[in-house]
């Protein structure tokens, strides 16, 4: 479980790391993504969810903290998606639907992580799922 472990969290963390080049440069993709979702606030949303995604990729390779990067992915990947459900569209300006794939590969990849390192989830993960053995 460990090497899947890696592997799901390496695939999470380029992809998030990939798209943070656009969110930090203000790429005019992400531009109009945020601006459909925030109107005049598009580069606090930009910025923001680039700094949000910056710090699950951090949690995700600081030993102990996988899970906690990978909800803080989890969550921000849930975002996303229920974004191009609701208001964006899967395929955003002729991409076609390539964004919405990479939510959804980030999305599955943190959720594996997680379910992995469960029991490592403070208070909850031992008293829901048992103790950690053999580690």
């Keep these: 479980m460990n090497i899947l472990s890696w592997i799901l969290r390496i ?28 109107g005049d606030n598009e580069a606090v949303g930009r910025i923001g969810s680039g ?27 849930a975002g996303a998606i229920f974004s191009h459900l609701t208001k964006l569209g899967v395929v955003v300006k002729d991409d076609g639907g390539l964004l919405f794939g990479l939510a959804i590969t980030v999305f599955a990849a943190s959720f594996a992580v997680l379910l992995i390192h469960r029991r490592e989830v403070p208070v909850v993960g031992p008293l829901l799922f048992g103790q950690e053995t053999g580690q």
Excluded: C, D, R
């Design 51 to 77: 700094v949000v995604e910056l710090l699950a990729v951090v949690l995700l390779f600081v030993p102990g903290t996988a899970w906690l990067g990978a909800a803080l992915a989890l969550g921000t990947m």
């Design 11 to 38: 695939v999470a963390a380029i992809i998030l790391l990939q798209t943070l080049f656009f969110k930090f440069t203000g790429a005019e993709e992400s531009k109009y993504i945020f601006s459909t979702l925030m």
